[in-house]
């Protein structure tokens, strides 16, 4: 009975542990003995540069096993190792740690080998070297795409891949951050445009026509359509060159390129003598001078910008060039033999376009802080042009660039400051165009900048800067700056401050001993004094015929406008200036040697002393300008010696003895010559911006300016000849004839118009709507100007848009249509170069087609402390779509408010009224704008909110199209609304 007892017992115990088994409380040994393979990495991770590929890579590893839990650390580590899921747990940690090590090159390895969990290693990795909002690793990334472009044997497909490799790292690095869904979605196609004109961009020329029709379409595709059509625009060329292979050789005649660099070769039809601009074989258009059809100047660049543009711009505008289509400017780093080889067609515009890089307007006008910035320009500039006079002047000229903010209010970061300085007809104009920029000036400026920038990083200076300027901080050292100007765009002179007081001395050290040296060897007290006083005469014979240069042509200038009505007639023909003032200037300086009988010898030394005295007082007051009397000075010495050894062997009256003087002093007079042209110029395109002045004396000014500057530059150039000159040409038989020239010439500029399209007027014109919430109260064109010729002599000259405004009636310019720069105010600080504005009505409900929502301010809450009332406020755009900018105009008891931290500017006047706060907003049209104003009394507030918006409707489109083309029509709408808080 004890066997069936036994076999019974063992039966319950198997039947108990399948029971367990199901019930998962049983694993088996071998499910945790489960042995993990992973694949073996490819790439080994080196650091933050390849970390997103290494990462993903390593995760589609581990996926594969179904262990990413335990890398990614979801799987948490449990509590007790001793259990099954304990055991497990640990082996798979282990594998995975050992694969991480082995996954990465060994200096980061052992970096991370200390870590108990794979988990912890993960997490690591990720933070060392994922790269977001590394800027050095952005900027790295954004370098590198900017520099790829497809080479020679890279194939479309690798020059994607790269691509696309490299713009995932930056959307890794520095990813685009929005929080609203129609902004994530417009800012993914704003970033897909953008990459698609990258790629298209850093193709080969052989796809310049798919590219330009890609171009050409109204919408650009999608950047998978775009390597698709590159792909296939490749296996169509592939087959054309395989065609062109089976063609015999001895079919092309033609085997070599020619050279970019080649000066005397044509770069359309090859033949030497002319250049591509005034080729025979290409016909003639806009943009080119002579024998053209089409509007254009072969001698304007765009003016004045912060490197600066338009930089001025320019332009006055700051510093920053690109390329446009496909007329890329390249520069070589390394190996540069001085020609340039390309080996696309398209390429071949820059071999044109360089050859006229010697003739850019790409001046220097500021550096700093210290010395050495100029001096680094002056040794590396390929085509220089620098004038350090320029840094006296921008005290007293009304403009400012992007150099003040960084060279001395923020960091005292050196640089300089450099600008397009001609070009100001078409400066803020809609004629300011790639047609009408000077060519050659963008080379110029890249091949300088290029040189300028290597320059400046390899300089000892730039890692002395901060020291050097604590030290001038701590011990009180002045920051002198250095002379420097170049000479015909031809090379650069260059001196620090501390040499020009020796130099600049010089002359006037001469001016003192020469007294003695005219008495030597009778040298008495009276001789002496007889002496000085003769050199006292001179020089103030010269100093009134200087003067007299500058007033002759300055009254010749007011007195032709009492018999004109239209200021400025140069305007659009510079040489009528000269024309005119001058001879006039000539007459002024030669007037006083007439009058007065003064001996050759004394007005020689008192110019002479004249010179050095100005140079004198230029260098007590700290001043660069120096440097040019300084020039005049010793150029005047050098020529009366050559003359006087010429004298000796010729005689004294010699007309052959006065190339003796003159010839000694051409260097000076071409360098005067060069200047004064390029400083009258520079004035008289500014004249067309200036701003229109107060009648009746405004009408006046601009013609005086510059007639007064054409006789200074008289007075530099022609100054110094005439002491020598003077005993032929001071005759009255001469200046009558100079008379007659300038009564000519005054009556000839007086029958010309002053502009054109090359030198267009600046005409504004203000559609305003004012509103009062969602109701239209008035509407009016604004029209203003910004030079001395009035509104008057636009309609007079432009007579349907005047019919069109008073219903084909005759416009009569009465008081009521005058309006003042307080409606102006959505322009502001423009609207300070404004006089004699003018307004008419406009209809009201056409806006209502486009806008049902208006600009709209609405009172918040208000809450007082103190005596102080704060009114917060939120401002509504409506429904406008092309807002430029919002401007608010703040009267009455304002003590604080939210903008500019809390900081209350200096309040400003408009027209007279009471003082008042303006503030300039921009920013997203669709978006309310939150902010509060503080009174500090019960009085109220008044706030104007002007808006300007590009959006024109129909009837301010026919009124624009109505003027004639001379006049550049700057047109907007603006949205006027009054609140009293």
């Known amino acids: 009975m004890a066997e069936p007892t036994g076999l019974a017992e063992a039966f319950e115990k198997l039947a108990k542990i399948f029971e367990e088994s199901k019930s998962g409380a049983i694993v088996p040994r071998q499910e945790v003995a489960q042995k993990i393979e992973l694949p073996s990495m490819d790439m080994k991770l080196e650091g933050a540069t390849n970390y997103l590929s290494w990462s993903r890579r390593a995760l589609l590893a581990v996926e594969q096993k179904e262990v990413d839990g335990h890398l990614l650390g979801v799987v948490a580590e449990p509590g007790d190792k001793t259990t099954v899921e304990g055991k497990r747990w640990k082996v798979i940690n282990s594998v995975l740690i050992g694969w991480l090590l082995n996954s990465v090159v060994p200096p980061i390895g052992r970096s991370v080998e200390g870590l108990s969990t794979s988990a912890a290693i993960w997490t690591t990795l990720s933070t060392l070297y994922l790269g977001k909002g590394n800027v050095m690793l952005i900027a790295q990334i954004e370098g590198k795409i900017s520099r790829l472009h497809q080479g020679d044997d890279m194939s479309v497909m690798t020059y994607v891949a790269e691509l696309q490799a490299l713009w995932a790292e930056q959307d890794n690095c520095d990813p685009l951050e929005l929080y609203d869904a129609a902004c994530i979605e417009s800012g993914r196609k704003w970033i897909a445009r953008r990459r698609v004109l990258k790629l298209l961009e850093g193709l080969r020329g052989c796809f310049h026509g798919r590219r330009a029709s890609l171009l050409h379409q109204p919408l650009l595709p999608s950047i998978e359509e775009t390597i698709g059509a590159m792909s296939q625009e490749e296996v169509r060329l592939s087959l054309e060159h395989a065609d062109m292979k089976a063609v015999p050789s001895s079919t092309f005649a033609v085997t070599e390129r020619m050279e970019w660099s080649d000066p005397n070769k044509c770069h359309i039809c090859g033949e030497a003598g002319h250049w591509k601009w005034a080729c025979p074989t290409r016909g003639r258009g806009r943009g080119y001078n002579g024998g053209g059809t089409g509007r254009g100047r072969s001698a304007r660049g765009r003016g004045g910008y912060s490197g600066t543009s338009r ?13 446009s289509g496909d007329q890329r400017a390249h520069m070589t780093v390394a190996g540069d033999t001085g020609t340039s080889k390309g ?3 398209d390429d071949v515009d820059y071999g044109d376009f360089a050859l006229w890089a010697s003739t ?26 620098a004038n350090s006079v320029a840094q006296d002047m921008f005290g007293i000229i009304p403009g400012d660039t992007d150099y003040r903010v960084f060279a001395e209010d923020v960091a ?27 060519p050659g000036s963008i080379q110029a400026r890249g091949e300088n900048l290029f040189n300028l920038v290597k320059a400046f990083t390899n300089s000892p200076m730039l890692l002395k800067e901060s020291e050097r300027s604590n030290k001038a901080v701590n011990e009180g050292i002045d920051d002198l700056r250095a002379i420097f100007f170049d000479y015909l765009t031809w090379f650069m002179i260059f001196y620090p401050r501390d040499v020009s007081l020796i130099i600049h001395s010089l002359p006037v050290a001469i001016f003192l001993l020469t007294p003695l040296f005219l008495s030597f060897p009778n040298i008495t007290m009276i001789s002496l004094f007889r002496t000085v006083l003769d050199l006292a005469r001179g020089m103030l014979l010269h100093a009134f015929g200087v003067i007299l240069a500058i007033v002759v042509p300055a009254m010749t200038a007011g007195l032709r406008l009492l018999f004109t ?110 200047y004064g042209g390029f400083l009258i110029q520079f004035l008289i395109e500014k004249m067309g911006m200036m701003g229109s002045l107060p009648k009746p004396y405004g009408h006046f000014v601009p013609d005086i300016i510059v007639g007064a500057m054409v006789g200074l530059v008289v007075g530099w150039c022609f100054g110094p000849l005439a002491p020598i000159v003077s005993c032929w040409l ?5 200046l009558h004839g100079f008379l007659q020239i300038t009564v000519v010439a005054m009556a000839v500029s007086s029958q010309v118009f002053p502009y054109s399209t090359g030198a267009p007027k600046r005409v504004v014109l203000q559609h305003t709507f004012v509103t009062d919430a969602s109701n239209i109260v008035e509407s009016n064109y604004g029209f203003s100007v910004v030079d001395a010729n009035s509104l008057e002599f636009v309609f007079n000259n432009a007579p349907e848009a005047a019919k069109w405004l008073k219903d084909n009636s005759e416009l009569s310019l009465k008081e009521k249509y005058r309006s003042d720069r307080s409606t102006w105010v959505a322009l502001y600080p423009v609207p300070f170069l404004f006089s004699g504005s003018l307004k008419f009505p406009a209809q009201t409900e056409e806006i209502r087609k486009h806008h049902q929502h208006f600009p709209q301010l609405v009172v918040q809450k208000t809450s007082s402390n103190n005596w102080n009332r704060r009114v917060h406020l939120q401002l509504s755009l409506g429904s406008l779509s092309e807002v430029w900018s919002t401007s608010l105009n703040i009267t009455g008891p304002l003590s604080n408010w939210s903008f500019a931290d809390s900081t209350l500017p200096a309040p400003q006047t408009v027209s007279g009224g009471p003082p008042s706060y303006i503030c300039r907003l921009t920013g997203q049209s669709n978006e309310n704008w939150s902010f509060w104003l503080e009174a500090n009394s019960s009085e109220p507030l008044r706030v104007d909110v002007a808006v300007l918006d590009q959006f024109l409707v129909d009837s301010a489109k026919e009124l624009k199209s109505l003027f004639p083309s001379w006049a550049d029509m700057t047109v907007f709408t603006t949205f006027f609304s009054t609140y009293h808080l």
Request: hydrophobic share 45%; with cysteine; charged share 10%.
């Open 311 to 323: 930089g001025q711009a320019s332009r006055g505008r700051g510093g920053y060039s690109g390329h």
């Open 343 to 345: 080996k696309d067609a």
């Open 360 to 385: 850019d307007e790409d001046l220097v006008c500021q550096s700093g802080p210290g010395s050495w910035p100029s001096r680094i320009y002056a040794q590396t500039a390929k085509y220089p042009m």
């Open 412 to 438: 005292k970061i050196p640089g300089l400051d450099i600008i397009f300085v001609l070009g100001g007809y078409f400066y803020h104009t809609s004629y300011d165009t790639l047609e009408n920029l000077l």
């Open 565 to 674: 009505k239209n200021a400025m007639n140069w305007f659009a023909h510079p040489c009528l200036a000269f024309f005119m003032f001058v001879p006039a200037s000539l007459v002024g300086l030669l007037l006083p040697r007439i009058i007065w009988g003064l001996s050759e010898q004394s007005h020689f030394w008192g110019a002479f002393g004249l010179y050095s005295l100005v140079t004198l007082a230029y260098m007590l007051a700290g001043l660069s300008g120096g440097f040019l009397t300084f020039f005049i000075s010793m150029s005047l010495l050098l020529g009366r010696f050559i003359s006087s050894i010429s004298r000796k062997q010729l005689g004294q009256q010699s007309p052959k003895s006065l190339f003796g003087y003159v010839i000694p002093m051409i260097p000076c007079l071409l360098y005067c010559l060069y």
């Open 730 to 734: 001071a005759k009255t038989s001469i």
